[in-house]
């Protein structure tokens, strides 16, 4: 994950100052074909690039509305993929148009056109290692992550169709999200300690003895012998 951090300190979400408990993550997309961070994250800090409409969202109502999530995953200016923190995880957010903005951390895809499978992976990728940090940060699970679409089945979230309308066109659902947050979150098994065989020539209780075997086995080329001695 390339996480980065730009505060939309403008923005009248951040300015109402009201903080939450997350108990749950909510995955939104755009619904806007623009995979570009910038439209929605700004002032450039050199590697977003500039908005040249100076219509992101570090406004009080970006585009006339009151909206504002804890994050961003899209291209830099170089095409490269990031997350952005907007802001703090535990702000209240307005993401989801229903209760969910008192317990959620929300966060949106860029879409692009859809049909783009490689930067589709991309950015799934970067979302679920988004979540994996989330859950251990704040002790949740897979199961605390739901869409914005589930969240509305829920009744917790306004009426829209993110992410379902794009994840199922490159083979994903939230239930494969959830499985590959859930291997993120498991502990990594323990190396298993390198098993060595040796080879013992001999065992001597004076040592003279041992060291004349010693030479004769390195003038035999084995020049990696040596001794060990043991009670
Ligand atoms: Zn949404």
Redesign the pocket.
């Known amino acids: 994950m390339n996480l980065r951090k730009l505060i939309l300190t403008n923005n009248a979400c951040y300015k109402a100052g009201r903080t939450i408990t997350p108990k749950g993550i909510?995955v939104?997309?755009t619904?806007a074909n623009n995979p570009y961070l910038k439209r929605y994250v700004g002032p450039d800090d050199g590697l977003l690039g500039k908005n040249q409409y100076n219509n992101h969202w570090n406004q009080d109502k970006p585009d006339g509305r009151q909206v504002c999530v804890h994050g961003f995953i899209g291209k830099l200016a170089d095409g490269s993929i990031a997350t952005y923190q907007t802001l703090p995880w535990n702000h209240r957010g307005w993401?989801?148009g229903g209760a969910a903005n008192d317990t959620h951390i929300g966060f949106?895809i860029c879409e692009d056109g859809l049909t783009d499978t490689s930067y589709f992976n991309a950015v799934y990728k970067e979302a679920v290692e988004l979540c994996v940090y989330l859950c251990k940060q704040y002790g949740l699970t897979e199961k605390d992550i739901l869409c914005?679409s589930e969240g509305h089945k829920l009744g917790v979230?306004s009426n829209?169709g993110?992410v379902m309308h794009w994840f199922p066109k490159h083979g994903k659902s939230m239930d494969t999200f959830r499985a590959d947050v859930k291997s993120g979150l498991a502990p990594t098994a323990p190396a298993t300690p390198k098993k060595y065989y040796r080879v013992q020539l001999g065992a001597f209780s004076v040592k003279a003895n041992a060291d004349t075997m010693l030479k004769k086995v390195k003038a035999a080329g084995f020049t990696d012998a040596f001794i060990k001695y043991s009670d």
């Open positions: 909510m939104h997309s619904g993401h989801a949106e914005h979230a829209h993110d």
